[in-house]
C-alpha cells in the first residue's frame, strides 16, 4: 500500500473541473433504502465503476477510500449489465436479467444498500443481447415508452439510482426486426426521463444509438446527466452537448490499462477541465496500485483498499 500523500492545494485547473461527490436522493419506493450518512467531501471529477457481475461483487466498489480525507474513491457503480430481449411471438423487446443480475437486484439488501448508505449511487445498465431489439429500433413511439416504462419499473422497483445505456450486441435486424431509425432512441430517452426526472440517466457512447440524439426538433443531449468514453485506455470526448462537467473523455480498465496511462489520462482529466473519470472491470482483488494511479492525479491522494 502506499504511503499516503500530504494534502496539497488544488490547481485552478481542478477546481474548474470540481464536481460535488453525488448524493443519495433514492426515491420513497417499496425498494428504496433510508437516506445515508453523508459522506466525506472531495474535490474533483467523480470516479465510475462498471462491475460485471456475471464474476465480481457489486461491494467491492464500496472497499476503496481516499487515504486523505476518508472518502469514497468510486461515485457511481454500474450493475454490467441487464439485457435488452426480444419477443418473437409478440414482436416486443422487454427487459431481461441473467441469473447474475438477478441475483444482485432479489438481494438489494446486501449487494445495493450497502454501496447506497456509504453515498455511491447503484445505477442498471441496459445492454443488447443478439436478438434484433435495441434502442435504435423501436418501431414506433408507443413501443419506446413501453420499454421506457419497463426501465423505470426495475429503479423503483429495486431502489437504483438510474439507468445506463450501452448500444452493443442487438444483432439489429435479427429475428426479423428493424433497421437502426433516427426516432427510436429520442422516444426511449425522452419517455424514461419524464418517468423518473430525478434519477441517473447516462450514456456509454458507442452505438446506433449513440449517434442518434436528435430528432423532430428534440435534442436528447439535456436528458442525459452523464456520457463517456468506451474505449478503454484512450481518451475520446463524447460527441454530445453536455458541459464538460457531465463528460468523460477517459477510460480505463482496472487491472488492464496500464498504471501509466491510468495516470496520464487522470491527470489530462483534470488539466482539461472535465467532471468524470469511467472505470471499467473492478474485480474482488486488492487493486489499491492501480486505483492509486489515477485517484492521485483526481484528488492528491492514495486509494486505500479495505477487505
Keep these: 500500500m502506499f504511503t499516503p500523500l500530504m494534502n496539497r492545494v488544488r490547481t485552478a485547473a481542478l477546481a474548474l473541473a470540481a464536481v460535488a461527490a453525488v448524493t443519495l436522493g433514492t426515491t420513497a419506493t417499496t425498494g428504496a433504502a433510508a437516506a445515508p450518512a453523508p459522506a466525506p467531501l472531495k474535490q ?33 457503480a454500474i450493475i454490467f449489465a441487464a439485457n435488452i430481449n426480444y419477443d418473437t411471438g409478440t414482436k416486443t423487446a422487454y427487459l431481461h436479467f441473467n441469473e447474475n443480475v438477478r441475483r444482485v437486484l432479489d438481494n438489494a439488501a446486501t449487494e445495493i444498500r450497502p454501496l447506497q448508505q456509504k453515498g455511491i449511487k447503484v445505477v442498471l445498465s441496459v445492454l443488447g443481447n443478439h436478438q434484433g431489439a435495441g434502442f435504435a429500433n423501436f418501431p414506433s413511439q408507443q413501443a419506446a415508452s413501453a420499454f421506457a416504462g419497463q426501465l423505470s419499473d426495475a429503479v423503483a422497483e429495486y431502489g437504483l439510482d438510474g439507468i445506463d445505456f450501452d448500444d452493443e450486441y442487438a444483432g439489429y435486424g435479427t429475428n426479423g426486426t428493424g433497421q437502426p431509425n433516427d426516432s427510436s432512441f429520442v422516444h426511449l430517452v425522452t419517455a424514461l426521463r419524464a418517468n423518473m426526472p430525478d434519477k441517473i440517466i447516462s450514456l456509454y457512447n458507442i452505438g446506433p444509438a449513440a449517434s442518434r440524439l436528435s430528432y423532430g426538433g428534440v435534442d436528447l443531449s ?41 495516470a496520464d489520462l487522470a491527470r489530462r482529466t483534470v488539466s482539461e477541465g472535465y467532471g468524470v473519470f469511467l472505470t471499467y472491470n473492478l474485480d474482488g482483488a486488492d487493486r489499491s496500485a492501480d486505483v492509486s494511479a489515477f485517484t492521485r492525479q483526481l484528488y492528491g491522494s492514495d486509494a486505500i483498499y479495505t477487505r
Excluded: C
Aim: aromatic share 12%; net charge positive.
Design 222 to 262: 439535456s436528458k442525459f446527466d452523464y456520457a463517456w468514453n468506451p474505449y478503454y485506455g484512450s481518451w475520446q470526448v463524447p460527441r454530445i452537448a453536455l458541459p464538460k462537467s457531465k463528460l468523460s473523455p477517459a477510460a480505463v480498465e482496472i487491472g488492464r490499462t496500464s498504471q501509466n496511462t491510468a
Design 44 to 76: 474533483g471529477p467523480i470516479s465510475v465503476a462498471y462491475v460485471e457481475v456475471n464474476n465480481h461483487s457489486m461491494l467491492n466498489v464500496g472497499k476503496y477510500t481516499l487515504a486523505g480525507g476518508g472518502g469514497n474513491v468510486f461515485d457511481v
